[in-house]
């Protein structure tokens, strides 16, 4: 990842904003003496929550989940911490500042000091909701790979962290950034902040720190006695000059005085920036913060504009990520775990990842179906050798969910209109579906529509749409009285429906992909066979054991097997498939089919997903017995939510149905985003779920196996009008703010080549 310039000009990304660091584990130094490890914080606060910073779950019983308070203290569930950060607009300021620090926080530098150099897998921070992409490896984990060298020469001394952190894939710049972190006291609850500096360079040329695109330091401040604070400046380019078309410059300044227990303090933050995006220079565009905060309010001013009260003893919560726990049997109150996968070395030796959603390989290593990958392990010379399969599509089980129409109100789909040639946003209203809004071409925006548009259907019609909050596809037959969503599973060569024979022989009825598929006819559309027209007409399929693709078997006979899909080398650029193309509804050889609509009835059918982009193709690993490797696949079941279940006590949801995953490690989907205005300018500010839920409600396939519990929640200011008749902005004007004089440039040489696997993988450390 890149360290991406995101001040309060520019748009809001996720991060987190509370100090949840602490001191490091030990290592053992160079001399045999037990070294400390010194960790900093992970994020930064400007206001903490009333509840304090990292809030354990209490035992007793917490919410509606009728069982928890049955868990034994020692659960995990009791166990774990629960992140509670305060966001607000006027915080966007810290949005880099956060990023920094929880992508450092992931490569766990405290506990391998002195350990030499070493690889982390970074997961990349800071991106925001994106959208476009059905494809059913839309989830898949992605890494950033950090090189980072950890010292401390005495636990008198400093502890010192340099990272390098590699450009992206299209710069033309080898390096990406260089950072040194110098940690001289650990965060703690007691001192939330520690005592550190950390200075980025950005977009270095030719790996000199000297002549980066963007410099940064941040540090903490001790102020006055029984005060604590931390400033940060971040600059690029001059904001004096005019810009060239295409580019832009930017300054960003804060600074935060606040009390040691943190009940009071001032803010004062400063954000410039001026640019040339194609309509001419912009001029200097400056946006300036002021807070002012006791134990029970805070008051808030934009430059020109009047103050406001919020309250800090209220919030609106949004619950970001959640685990599950078990809610009895012998393992009640414990997390739940997912097998994630393991550490690849490739036969160049770079690194990588494998897992359930496929191989992760940083974009200079290339592979190729059949090279050798090992397993490795970090602090261990043991590898395994696996033979590379990968195969241009995916063979998907389907298993089938139904939403009665009534249920659907208020759920939004989308549509792909071949005659129209466009994406439509839908809603089921009064018994039709409407569309409501077109996608944009430009920028994918949905734009809407002044008068919505029925979709008209007649009995037996069959409608295939897309909803995030049901998994992704949606279908409907004209005259039926639900609709059907599905979860949806990779079919590997060790899949249950492979074990006795070298190909599963599949039919085909609608929607059957051609073989050779060219790129002009993708983006026309044109990348079907004829739908057959009654049920004792099919197409055969089979999908091979050995290469795991799918196979048009145009003569039923096995005399002319041709792959389904693209032509090589076809890449379509627009149209309804640049994410990919998938089949309609295929049924093993035999299945009993009385109607076309009985296709979509079916409690279990396949469908196979192909493509040009990588999330298309499956990669398997197969060892020296001809088995492939499996990986636990997600959680997936429907979720009924409602108000009684809702942080917030909102009813807008109550009573619907949601498809949700859980793949570990807190990494809990199906509830839709929503953009969030925060501060009334028409803009939005935040990606938020649509809906929180209640810790401790019970959930499950059957309703109540697993406790779910917020990992990380993020609170938003509510106002309190004619509040604050104790507070002023004086002291927060009157802050200093940062002039970049501090920053001194992380002058910590070239990468070093580092032969060993990943010590650390989205900061869990490996090889322990």
């Known amino acids: 990842m890149m360290f991406k310039h995101s001040g309060a000009l520019g748009s809001a990304v996720a991060f987190s904003l509370i100090a949840a660091g602490c001191g490091g584990s030990s290592s053992s130094g160079g001399s045999g003496a037990e070294i400390t490890g010194l960790a900093g914080p992970d994020q930064l606060s400007i206001l903490s929550a009333a509840e304090g910073q990292v809030a354990p779950a209490q035992p007793g019983g917490l919410t509606p989940g009728a069982g928890v308070g049955d868990f034994p203290e020692s659960a995990d569930y009791f166990q774990d911490e629960q992140v509670r950060r305060v966001w607000d607009p006027a915080m966007?300021?810290?949005?880099?500042?956060?990023?920094?620090?929880?992508?450092?926080?992931?490569?766990?530098?405290?506990?391998?000091?002195?350990?030499?150099?070493?690889?982390?897998?970074?997961?990349?921070?800071?991106?925001?909701?994106?959208?476009?992409?059905?494809?059913?490896?839309?989830?898949?984990?992605?890494?950033?790979?950090?090189?980072?060298?950890?010292?401390?020469?005495?636990?008198?001394?400093?502890?010192?962290?340099?990272?390098?952190v590699p450009a992206p894939a299209d710069s033309e710049e080898p390096e990406g950034v260089s950072v040194e972190l110098r940690v001289t006291e650990a965060a703690s609850v007691e001192r939330p902040f520690g005592e550190f500096v950390l200075s980025f360079a950005n977009m270095l040329h030719d790996g000199d720190v000297e002549d980066a695109d963007g410099t940064g330091v941040l540090l903490t401040l001790d102020g006055f006695p029984g005060q604590m604070g931390f400033s940060f400046y971040e600059e690029r380019g001059d904001l004096n000059a005019v810009p060239q078309p295409g580019d832009y410059s930017y300054r960003?300044?804060?600074?935060?005085?606040?009390?040691?227990?943190?009940?009071s303090g001032s803010v004062r933050i400063v954000?410039?920036?001026?640019?040339?995006?194609?309509?001419?220079?912009?001029?200097?565009?400056?946006?300036?913060?002021?807070?002012?905060?006791?134990?029970?309010?805070?008051?808030?001013?934009?430059?020109?504009?009047?103050?406001?009260?919020?309250?800090?003893?209220?919030?609106?919560?949004?619950?970001?990520?959640?685990?599950?726990?078990?809610?009895?049997?012998?393992?009640?109150?414990?997390?739940?775990?997912?097998?994630?996968?393991?550490?690849?070395?490739?036969?160049?030796?770079?690194?990588?990842?494998?897992?359930?959603?496929?191989?992760?390989?940083?974009?200079?290593?290339?592979?190729?179906?059949?090279?050798?990958?090992?397993?490795?392990?970090?602090?261990?010379?043991?590898?395994?050798?696996?033979?590379?399969?990968?195969?241009?599509?995916?063979?998907?089980?389907?298993?089938?969910?139904?939403?009665?129409?009534?249920?659907?109100?208020?759920?939004?789909?989308?549509?792909?209109?071949?005659?129209?040639?466009?994406?439509?946003?839908?809603?089921?209203?009064?018994?039709?579906?409407?569309?409501?809004?077109?996608?944009?071409?430009?920028?994918?925006?949905?734009?809407?529509?002044?008068?919505p548009e029925q979709i008209a259907l007649?009995?037996?019609?069959?409608?295939?749409?897309?909803?995030?909050?049901?998994?992704?596809?949606?279908?409907?037959?004209?005259?039926?009285?639900?609709?059907?969503?599905?979860?949806?599973?990779?079919?590997?060569?060790?899949?249950?429906?492979?074990?006795?024979?070298?190909?599963?022989?599949?039919?085909?009825?609608?929607?059957?992909?051609?073989?050779?598929?060219?790129?002009?006819?993708?983006?026309?559309?044109?990348?079907?066979?004829?739908?057959?027209?009654?049920?004792?007409?099919?197409?055969?399929?089979?999908?091979s054991k050995e290469d795991l693709t799918l196979y048009h078997d145009v003569n039923g006979d096995g005399s002319s097997l041709t792959a389904v899909g693209l032509a090589e080398g076809a890449a379509p650029q627009s149209g309804p498939f640049t994410w990919g193309m998938r089949t309609g509804p295929l049924v093993e050889a035999g299945t009993v089919?009385?109607?076309?609509?009985d296709l979509y009835d079916q409690d279990e059918f396949y469908v196979y997903e192909t493509g040009h982009n990588p999330w298309n193709r499956y990669d398997a690993l197969r060892d020296a017995n001809g088995d492939d490797v499996t990986f636990d696949a997600p959680l997936q079941f429907t979720y009924t939510h409602s108000q009684e279940a809702d942080r917030n006590d909102s009813a807008t949801y109550d009573g619907k149905k949601f498809l949700v995953h859980y793949g570990g490690n807190g990494d809990f989907w199906g509830i839709p985003s929503l953009s969030v205005d925060l501060d009334g300018d028409d803009n939005p500010d935040r990606y938020y779920p649509a809906f929180s839920i209640v810790d401790g409600t019970l959930l499950g396939p059957q309703g109540a196996e697993y406790a779910i519990r917020a990992r990380e929640i993020e609170l938003n200011l509510l106002s309190t009008p004619g509040g604050c008749a104790g507070l002023d902005l004086l002291d927060a004007e009157n802050l200093d703010l940062p002039d970049g004089s501090e920053y001194v440039a992380p002058d910590i040489g070239p990468r070093p080549e580092v032969t060993t696997p990943p010590a650390v993988i989205g900061g869990v450390l490996q090889g322990t």
């Open 271 to 451: 954000s410039e920036e001026r640019s040339d995006w194609g309509q001419g220079d912009s001029g200097l565009m400056s946006e300036s913060y002021l807070l002012s905060y006791d134990d029970n309010e805070v008051l808030k001013a934009l430059e020109g504009g009047q103050p406001e009260c919020f309250s800090r003893n209220e919030y609106s919560e949004q619950a970001m990520r959640y685990d599950l726990y078990y809610a009895d049997g012998e393992n009640i109150g414990q997390r739940v775990e997912i097998n994630g996968g393991f550490n690849v070395r490739t036969e160049s030796g770079a690194y990588g990842h494998a897992g359930y959603w496929g191989l992760w390989l940083p974009p200079e290593a290339e592979v190729a179906n059949g090279d050798t990958l090992e397993r490795v392990e970090y602090g261990s010379d043991e590898t395994t050798p696996y033979t590379l399969v990968r195969a241009p599509g995916r063979l998907i089980r389907m298993n089938r969910f139904q939403l009665d129409l009534v249920d659907a109100e208020g759920v939004q789909f989308e549509y792909w209109d071949f005659v129209d040639g466009a994406n439509f946003l839908v809603e089921y209203v009064q018994g039709a579906f409407w569309k409501i809004a077109e996608q944009s071409q430009e920028d994918g925006t949905y734009v809407e529509l002044q008068q």
């Open 92 to 164: 966007r300021g810290l949005e880099l500042v956060n990023q920094i620090l929880t992508a450092a926080g992931q490569t766990r530098y405290a506990d391998l000091v002195n350990e030499g150099p070493y690889l982390a897998l970074v997961e990349p921070v800071g991106d925001e909701e994106g959208g476009g992409n059905q494809s059913a490896a839309a989830n898949a984990t992605t890494f950033d790979t950090w090189t980072v060298r950890s010292t401390r020469a005495s636990n008198q001394s400093a502890q010192i962290a340099h990272v390098w």
């Open 252 to 263: 960003e300044r804060l600074a935060v005085s606040m009390s040691e227990d943190q009940s």
């Open 458 to 543: 007649q009995n037996g019609q069959f409608l295939s749409m897309y909803s995030s909050a049901l998994g992704g596809q949606v279908n409907y037959v004209g005259g039926q009285a639900h609709m059907t969503y599905f979860t949806q599973t990779f079919v590997g060569g060790s899949d249950e429906a492979l074990a006795n024979a070298d190909a599963l022989e599949l039919r085909g009825y609608i929607e059957v992909l051609q073989s050779n598929i060219s790129e002009e006819d993708a983006e026309l559309g044109q990348v079907y066979l004829p739908n057959a027209p009654d049920i004792n007409s099919f197409y055969f399929l089979e999908f």
């Open 593 to 597: 089919i009385t109607t076309l609509a």
